[in-house]
T-cell receptor
Framework: DVKVTQSSRYLVKRTGEKVFLECVQDMDHENMFWYRQDPGLGLRLIYFSYDVKMKEKGDIPEGYSVSREKKERFSLILESASTNQTSMYLC??????????????FGDGTRLSIL | AQKITQTQPGMFVQEKEAVTLDCTYDTSDPSYGLFWYKQPSSGEMIFLIYQGSYDQQNATEGRYSLNFQKARKSANLVISASQLGDSAMYFCAMRLVQKLVFGQGTRLTINP
């Protein structure tokens, strides 16, 4: 089974701090994704990466950056955390969509609170 | 613009009844995929079922089936013989190239 591991289930940080969320997958997937989930809004894509050192902006990249130095690891960085970044963050990975039927596999999520 | 709409914020169903969760989508791309995910209260997203835009048959996976009506741009999830463990958030998602676009979700509660 695919395993996507996020480093923390719960995290509390202060406004202005630099925050790192880490994600590791063990299935040699090329694609990795970061989403945030807010009630009533579903999941919204922040950034994704389809190869090492490659990244693409998603729908809501403002205030975030990412790093992918190794294939199995994709990090989300909040450069200067703000209270409106309090949310559930979900990492996912997948194979490239050959035939489109490759599902994304998700981690358990990190519930981040910015005080 | 590509968009997924789930119009049912919450649903309550008696155990053992069938339930249909609605999903409509909007895209001008002829090639796309539709996914359903389940999110229990523990938070993980569990892949349930997939339907490709060129698939002729409706997808089925155990108690899950997808009622795909391409002309109406709908991809409703049907759960047969619901169980208490089916209580969760359910998300419909559409794949466009590499990305998934998610709907707002439906919270399903199964009553004993």
């Amino acid at each position: 089974d695919v395993k996507v591991t996020q480093s923390s289930r719960y995290l509390v940080k202060r406004t202005g701090e630099k925050v790192f969320l880490e994600c590791v997958q063990d299935m040699d997937h090329e694609n990795m994704f970061w989403y945030r989930q807010d009630p009533g809004l579903g999941l919204r894509l922040i950034y994704f990466s389809y190869d090492v050192k490659m990244k693409e902006k998603g729908d809501i990249p403002e205030g975030y950056s990412v790093s992918r130095e190794k294939k199995e690891r994709f990090s989300l960085i909040l450069e200067s955390a703000s209270t409106n970044q309090t949310s559930m963050y979900l990492c996912a990975s997948s194979l490239p969509p050959r035939g489109s039927n490759q599902p994304q596999h998700f981690g358990d999520g990190t519930r981040l609170s910015i005080l | 613009a590509q968009k997924i709409t789930q119009t049912q914020p919450g649903m309550f169903v008696q155990e053992k009844e069938a339930v249909t969760l609605d999903c409509t989508y909007d895209t001008s791309d002829p090639s796309y995929g539709l996914f359903w995910y389940k999110q229990p209260s523990s938070g993980e997203m569990i892949f349930l079922i997939y339907q490709g835009s060129y698939d002729q048959q409706n997808a089925t996976e155990g108690r899950y089936s997808l009622n795909f009506q391409k002309a109406r741009k709908s991809a409703n999830l049907v759960i047969s013989a619901s169980q208490l463990g089916d209580s969760a958030m359910y998300f419909c998602a559409m794949r466009l190239v590499q990305k998934l676009v998610f709907g707002q979700g439906t919270r399903l509660t199964i009553n004993p």
